[in-house]
């Protein structure tokens, strides 16, 4: 995935509009491409742009999303933005924030630079996941849909009852905080 061939979604569903964040709704029978399959989420180019529509929807895509993440689980190495230092639960999380993608961009937030810090605090009910996190530019609309993407992601990990995740603009986000497999990724190197 993707193979840029024109497909017909099979009925309605909501997605997201690319870059401004807006909520949608795609009627049955409109043409699509899929442009990128990252993170359990699809970025399909329409007649009207680009639009990002949630795993739960693959079905109208005709895609098996439990053979996608199969697929995706078998995906990954060399250099990361993980720090070298940290082991157990902090790991996991940052491994879940690996999942997460910028809709335009095939590299995920960690290995861009985006994901600045995770503090892990015990709560009551268990273990907190604090997330600061940047954007590749202030103004993206979809800042809120990708920190609600990495907030699931990190509430899906055992051992983690509350997530939140920060929206930060310091220091200002630019390409050498890119990984040495993002860079590749994107052409860089």
């Given amino acids: 995935m993707p193979d840029h061939n ?5 009925r309605a569903l909501n997605a997201i509009q690319i870059p401004s964040g807006d909520e949608i709704t795609l009627p049955a029978g409109t043409k699509v491409i899929i442009t990128q399959s990252l993170g ?5 180019a329409t007649e009207n742009g680009l639009a990002r529509i949630s795993a739960k929807d693959a079905d109208a895509l005709g895609i098996d999303p439990d053979a996608e993440k199969k697929k995706a689980e078998t995906a990954s190495g060399g250099s990361s933005n993980i720090p070298e230092n940290i082991d157990g639960l902090e790991r996991e999380v940052w491994e879940a924030l690996r999942a997460v993608f910028d809709p335009e961009i095939p590299v995920n937030i960690v290995d861009l630079g985006l994901v600045y810090d995770c503090v892990l605090d015990e709560e009551e009910n268990g273990k907190k996941a604090a997330i600061k996190m940047t954007l590749t530019a202030p103004g993206c609309g979809m800042g809120p849909t990708i920190a609600a993407d990495a907030q699931s992601k ?5 051992g983690i009852a509350n997530a939140e995740v920060d929206l930060v603009w310091d220091p200002a986000w630019n390409q050498d905080m890119i990984s040495e497999e993002g860079k590749m990724k994107l052409g860089l190197v």
Avoid: A
Avoid at 6 to 10: G, N, R, W
């Fill in 154 to 158: 990190i509430m899906m990990v055992d």
């Fill in 6 to 10: 024109e497909i017909q979604i099979s």
């Fill in 40 to 44: 359990g989420t699809y970025t399909v």
